[in-house]
């Protein structure tokens, strides 16, 4: 899957207190080329890529090394290594998590944070985006259950991740990215596994895994629309919603429901809030209606 093509985000007219920032990104899996241009586009901020860093030492998804703390934490670490390693007072980092998703529990799922931190304003604003993932394992008996695994997750698009036995094994070959090291990884752990087994799951390292970098792109403009947001008070970045207020009247009967029906908007630093109807909503779905659907 491609990631290059027109933005359609819609960004506002730059009005930003970082316009002709450099923000330093602590990353080594390509998401600078991403998440640049998004918040160029919005704030006119230079994401400036920082190395000298092994960011797997902070945790792996082929849970080699484990992630120390939660996803915000392990972020706003990376965000302040950054800072540290480049002079830069502002910040940023990725960091992304899977699971099954949040609605039947069935379908695996990616949730993005984006973390920008100012260290002059005290300030840490973050980006959020989620959806399905592409990551899927198979424990494979054979070379012909390994092809149609890779059929399925899109290989070479998605790359995969090999190792003998099960999905602890330390004996990994991460990136492969064609049907030659394909089969050659395939071959090698099965020559070293107990049962003639071998664990294949899809790489979960952004630039090897396509349906990621959308939500990671997805977030980037989450994280641009709040830094773009200004309060109208004190002018700090960020000024976005803090609380829904329910209220939605149903479609059938007219009656208050639980969706929503305004927002409360406030602000990081000053504590300002304002309440703002939600713009042209639908009439609720009856579905929603705690009078017509007890």
């Known amino acids: 899957m491609s990631m290059d093509g027109p933005m359609t985000h819609n960004a506002p007219p730059l009005r930003s207190l970082y316009r002709g920032q450099r923000a330093a990104f602590l990353t080594q899996h390509g998401k600078e080329s991403i998440v ?65 998703d949040p609605f039947a529990g069935m379908f695996p799922w990616n949730v993005e944070l984006l973390v920008f931190l100012d ?33 399925a997750v899109r290989f070479p698009d998605h790359y995969l991740v090999v190792r003998p036995d099960h999905d602890g094994d330390l004996r990994i070959r991460k990136g492969v ?25 899809v790489d979960l ?36 919603v803090v609380e829904s207020i329910a209220g939605l009247p149903c479609q059938a009967c007219g009656a208050p429901t639980r969706e929503a029906r305004a927002e409360v908007h406030g602000c990081l630093k000053c504590g300002h809030r304002l309440t703002r109807d939600c713009k042209d909503p639908a009439p609720a779905d009856p579905a929603r209606c705690d009078y017509c659907n007890p």
Request: glycine content about 10%.
């Open 205 to 240: 390292r952004a630039y090897a895994n396509p349906t990621r970098l959308v939500n990671i792109r997805l977030a980037a403009v989450d994280l641009g629309r709040r830094l773009a947001s200004l309060c109208p008070v004190c002018r700090t970045p960020g000024f976005w």
């Open 36 to 100: 640049g241009p998004v918040l160029q586009s919005f704030v006119g901020c230079q994401v400036e890529r920082v190395a000298g860093y092994d960011t797997d030492r902070l945790g792996t998804f082929t849970r080699d090394i484990p992630r120390a703390g939660t996803q915000i934490e392990a972020a706003r670490r990376k965000a302040r290594i950054g800072m540290e390693l480049s002079g830069l007072p502002v910040g940023l980092a990725s960091e992304g998590s899977f699971t099954l």
């Open 177 to 201: 990215a064609d049907w030659r090291g394909f089969k050659a990884a395939y071959d090698e752990a099965a020559a070293q596994s107990s049962g003639g087994r071998v664990f294949v799951e």
């Open 119 to 151: 260290s002059l304003l005290d300030l840490e604003v973050v980006g959020v985006a989620q959806g399905r993932a592409n990551s899927a394992q198979i424990l494979a008996a054979s070379w012909e259950d390994a092809e149609r695994f890779a059929h």
